[in-house]
């Protein structure tokens, strides 16, 4: 009876195995053809001056558009993307069309527009990075201070010794760097001190319950007062309501970026947004 029963239990969780299996062989196929089609896309969402509404920046995001015109969003397939080394076409698309977008804005008269794009550690990993990041700022025409790259605090741990000397290069070329996800990685913040970093983006968990909750508000304060500090630049994510737009920028948090202001939106949106008024000058949002 025992017997039986394991042996149904061993086949329905070897049955489910090969499911999952399956269903992520297909997935990688399908994320392998998106790439070789350019089945790809950037979508852009706006960082906000929160007192007086104008763009200041911009953050690239990638879109997988599927067959049927469905988006895929970047947490469903980036994962796997990293396992399958499809990261590093994903990444080089990314970057080679937002900074080609950027300097079509910076041609239309927004010529202090920024740009952010998001790195992972893999694409850290391989020796070319640097070359092709600056071939594309090369070619592009962008200034490379207007360039700047995230990368979450889990992968400025990672390899602390090998990735300083990438982003000390970086930063010799002007590049900014960002620490995305802040506060969500490690309590130690020690690593500070070992990279070039200028801004901070406080992780959208600690905003979301801005202001009723007594330990996040502590959070967000402490992570001002950090950057303060140290000098560093600050974002706010995920930022949806009035109240934590006052909360943040009554404590001395000036930039956020979330869905209060803007959803991440293709780019013929984002240069609907960007002329709304006259003057070509990033636009105020009214939300
Ligand atoms: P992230 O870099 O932290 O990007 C912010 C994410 O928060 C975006 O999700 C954005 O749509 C979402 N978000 C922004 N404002 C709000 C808000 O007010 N409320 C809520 N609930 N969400 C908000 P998205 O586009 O799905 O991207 C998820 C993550 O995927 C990104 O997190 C980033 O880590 C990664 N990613 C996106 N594009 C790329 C890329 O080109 N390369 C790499 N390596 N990673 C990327
Ligand atoms: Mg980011
Ligand atoms: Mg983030
Ligand atoms: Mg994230």
């Not at 080679?96 to 202090?112: F, I, N, P, V």
Request: net charge negative; with cysteine.
């Amino acid at each position: 009876r025992a017997k039986e029963l394991g042996r149904s239990v061993y086949h329905v969780y070897s049955h489910k195995l090969h499911e999952e299996l399956n269903a992520r062989i297909e997935l990688v196929k399908r994320l392998r053809e998106a790439v070789e089609n350019e089945h790809l896309s950037v979508y852009y969402q706006p960082k906000i001056d929160m007192a007086s509404r104008r763009i200041v920046g911009l953050e690239a995001l990638v879109r997988w558009i599927d067959e049927d015109g469905s988006i895929i969003g970047p947490d469903e397939f980036i994962p796997v993307a990293e396992d399958t080394g499809l990261i590093i076409p994903i990444s080089n698309f990314v970057l080679k069309t937002a900074c080609t977008q950027l300097k079509r804005w910076h041609d239309m008269g927004m010529s202090d527009l920024q740009l952010s794009v998001n790195l992972s550690g893999k694409q850290l990993q391989s020796p070319d990075l640097m070359d092709y990041i600056l071939s594309v700022i090369d070619e592009t025409g962008i200034p490379s201070h207007l360039l700047e790259l995230e990368l979450t605090e889990q992968v400025f741990i990672e390899n602390i010794k090998s990735h300083t000397n990438f982003m000390h290069a970086l930063r010799e070329e002007g590049v900014t760097l960002a620490i995305d996800d802040f506060g969500v990685g490690y309590s130690s913040l020690s690593y500070l001190k070992h990279f070039p970093v200028n801004v901070l983006k406080i992780d959208r968990s600690f905003v979301q319950d801005l202001p009723d909750d007594k330990d996040d508000a502590t959070i967000t304060q402490t992570i001002i007062n950090l950057a303060n500090s140290l000098d560093l630049e600050l974002v706010a994510e995920g930022v949806e309501t009035e109240e934590q737009v006052s909360f943040l920028t009554e404590r001395g948090c000036i930039i956020g970026q979330g869905f209060l202001f803007s959803r991440p939106i293709p780019s013929s949106e984002m240069t609907e947004l960007l002329t709304r008024y006259e003057g070509l000058v990033p636009i105020q949002i009214i939300s």
